[in-house]
């Protein structure tokens, strides 16, 4: 397909607005709907006023960011739309929660959406309508928002028939912080913070994606010392996460050994972090132009080796169990599976994407960093991604050992230099104006999606962030379809998808 | 069945004999501040100008508020003096909202309940109120085999039916206030509060944003404030151990 009029850029990038083509509708709409038919997918689709809009209150400009995996380069078209404008949805399912979202943030109607639901409820305002089935033997399940767990809120509905589930709804909104507003008129004192507060459990990746923005709309160039760094904290938070994961999928199927050794390694690999920059989280460990804390000694550096070297050995010994347990296999085994058409449809990210068969990793089509160095990531048989919550555990534990791997060989062979870059005064430097800048990280769940676009005192006149979540819920509700009711809390682990993230 | 054997002999016995001795913290460890006020050179300010959450009260002392610092740190990066540092001493926990405004590197620690209904066994409800899920990341592992919370006597259960107070963590966002006071309301008297995490105290990084409360404090009685961003794991059964009377 021809971008000829698309503005194309690298992850991390950053151009002036106006280079943004500005296409009446029906070209904006056709270009997109080419696009996507032509393995490109939307990272992100948002509107925001004032710029090109004119006078009239009632316009508003709609900004796609298309990741194409041809030419691996993001393409960005933008189109004005007034009060209403017919709905991507039906030809493009994977738009659907992006204009449900454009629809409550901005009253614009999109034409023929077929299931206009508020994103982030509010129940004050009116009581949000259920998709819902009729018949003498259909019956409804209504669970959250206060779960049994220790987990965040969320409300689902089941539609079934004994214990069988037709449709799943999921409705959230209750984490709502009302973030994306705060942020307009930023960067403000508080914007680092709450860029680490998005998702708890991604702090380094959204924040990583958060300092390529500024990197970009400042022009800071960032160590290679940093970037490895970087990299570090970003895979320990993978591994930390995926672990944890690999060990709730043992509970949830009643599976006590690999459930109990993985709770502790996650742990493990938590205090790795810390030992990192003090935060189990890593927080505080990077910052705009590099990072806080340095691995200085020669000790902390063998420390962390050693602690690698024995996750390496205590992850095998506990997760392998999971695949050698026939009773755990045949749970896991045609449970949730998502078909790799559905997942291309929806347009899903990260691990639960590839599960089906679907290759798409930031960290190899649109590296930065220490990923530009090309050692990342060895993809697993793309045969045995079959789609089912076997495949996502599978995958998890492909990917714990690829980044076990990297670590192993980055840590002890980090590359010289300042950990951050040179001359703190960067830190006061004020952001390129009138400018839009994309930055795309892959986060342990997927592809993390950060777009800022500035105004005339190059203050954020827009941030959009896009939590791999807000692609992959819909996922989990396919999952679902004809399972029995009993394997939700299986199918909702194998995804483990963040409320904060998509509520922000 | 060799093979369960055979990994559960590799992996050991991994219980931390806490509170009798205390594992080896990370010297990076933000926790309790060292606060020097005679190094203070009162009037520079920068410390108040660089803190996010203006965890700093201005004024002639230098005094941190414990329940709305996120301990990022910047304070004690920026002063010049080194009036201010965070040690990684993990106790934090106080049962007052004034004992978390600190002014020296004492803070005044949780007391035991005057009631001794729950001394042997206590169940919480944990409601999660708007906040980033890291807290929920460092409840959740007192649960495993490290931390060990059930050798205690505490316990989380399912259902508020069962429990003899809430955790609560997150500034509660509107979206969330009408379910927790449903499910504070459906605890059995008498009943606890904890406040875990910055945002449940004081608002955390989200304070004053119309789509929320500033914290649980709010909206309820609380009667032990645990702080941090989030607090460290050992932090949290620090102040439920000494809720109960089994520390300090």
């Not at chain 1, 068969?357 to 649109?366: H, L, N, P, T």
Request: hydrophobic fraction near 40%.
């Amino acid at each position: 397909m021809t971008f000829t009029d698309a503005c194309a850029i690298m992850n991390g990038e950053t151009v002036p607005f106006n280079k943004v083509p500005c296409l009446p509708f029906e070209q904006f709409q056709k270009k997109i709907i080419d696009a996507v038919g032509q393995k490109s997918r939307i990272c992100s689709f948002f509107g925001v006023k004032d710029i090109n809009c004119g006078d009239a209150i009632s316009q508003l400009q709609l900004i796609a960011v298309i990741a194409s995996d041809s030419d691996r380069r993001l393409h960005l078209l933008s189109t004005i739309v007034e009060d209403s404008y017919p709905a991507f949805t039906p030809l493009l399912p994977q738009l659907h929660m992006f204009e449900r979202e454009i629809a409550e943030q901005w009253g614009i109607n999109p034409v023929g959406h077929p299931w206009l639901r508020p994103v982030r409820c509010q129940p004050s305002d009116h009581k949000p309508e259920f998709f819902h089935i009729e018949g003498g033997e259909a019956h409804e399940v209504a669970v959250g928002p206060v779960h049994a767990g220790v987990i965040e809120p969320g409300h689902f509905r089941f539609q079934c028939h004994g214990e069988k589930v037709f449709h799943l709804e999921i409705s959230l909104g209750y984490q709502h912080r009302g973030i994306e507003k705060a942020l307009i008129g930023g960067p403000h004192k508080k914007t680092p913070y709450q860029m680490e507060t998005l998702a708890g459990d991604t702090t380094v990746g959204h924040y990583l994606a958060y300092c390529q923005i500024i990197e970009a709309l400042q022009g800071i160039k960032v160590s290679p010392r940093a970037n490895a760094i970087r990299a570090i904290g970003l895979e320990l938070e993978r591994l930390a996460n995926h672990t944890g994961d690999l060990g709730a999928l043992g509970g949830d199927v009643g599976y006590l050994p690999t459930s109990s050794y993985c709770g502790r390694i996650r742990g493990d690999f938590l205090n790795m972090t810390a030992l990192l920059c003090g935060s189990r989280l890593g927080r505080g460990l990077l910052c705009p132009g590099g990072v806080r804390f340095d691995l200085d000694y020669p000790e902390r550096v063998e420390k962390l080796t050693k602690s690698l070297i024995q996750a390496q050995e205590d992850t095998k010994t506990a997760i392998e169990l999971l695949w050698n347990t026939p009773s755990v296999m045949t749970r896991f085994e045609n449970t949730g599976r998502v078909s790799a058409e559905d997942c291309r449809a929806l347009g899903l990210v990260g691990p639960a994407a590839r599960a089906c068969g679907i290759v798409r990793d930031i960290r190899q089509d649109f590296p930065t960093g220490q990923y530009l160095q090309g050692d990342f990531p060895a993809m697993p048989p793309v045969e045995i991604m079959t789609g089912d919550v076997a495949a996502r555990a599978m995958i998890r534990w492909h990917e714990i050992q690829d980044s076990l791997r990297f670590l192993l060989k980055l840590v002890p062979d980090l590359p010289g230099g300042l950990p951050e870059a040179a001359g703190k005064e960067s830190k006061q430097t004020v952001c390129r104006p009138d400018s839009i800048a994309v930055s795309l990280v892959e986060g342990w769940r997927g592809e993390i999606c950060h777009t800022a676009i500035t105004d005339a005192h190059g203050n954020f006149l827009k941030y959009k962030v896009v939590d791999p979540s807000f692609h992959n819920w819909t996922g989990l509700a396919m999952a679902l379809r004809n399972q029995e009711i009993s394997d939700f809390p299986l199918c909702n682990k194998s995804f483990n998808l963040s409320y904060c993230g998509f509520d922000l | 069945m060799l093979k369960i054997l055979a990994a559960r002999l590799q992996q050991g016995f991994r219980t931390i004999p806490y509170p009798e001795k205390l594992p080896t913290l990370p010297d990076r460890l933000r926790g309790r501040p060292v606060i020097v006020r005679e190094k203070c050179r009162q009037a520079c300010g920068l410390c108040t100008e660089v803190c996010p959450t203006a965890a700093i009260v201005p004024g002639k002392d230098l005094q941190i508020d414990l329940g709305r610092c996120i301990f990022c740190g910047a304070c004690a990066e920026v002063c010049p003096e080194g009036a201010v540092a965070f040690s990684n001493d993990h106790r934090l926990a106080v049962s007052k909202r004034t004992d978390l405004v600190v002014n020296s590197s004492e803070i005044k620690l949780a007391n035991a309940l005057e009631c001794e209904m729950f001394g042997r066994s206590i169940q919480f409800r944990q409601v999660s109120a708007g906040g980033c899920n890291g807290c929920e990341v460092d409840i959740n592992v007192l649960t495993t085999v490290v931390f060990d919370l059930s050798r205690f006597g505490i316990k989380i259960v399912a259902s508020p039916r069962h429990s003899d107070g809430i955790l609560v963590t997150g500034p509660v966002t509107r979206n969330m206030q009408a379910a927790t006071i449903g499910t504070f309301a459906a605890v059995p008297s008498p009943k606890l509060v904890v406040a875990i995490g910055t945002c449940a105290i004081s608002g955390g990084v989200f304070r004053d944003q119309p789509e929320q409360n500033n914290g649980v404090t709010d909206l309820m009685p609380v009667d032990l404030f645990i702080p941090g961003c989030p607090p460290h794991p050992l932090t949290i059964l620090d102040g439920l151990l000494r809720l109960i009377g089994k520390i300090g």
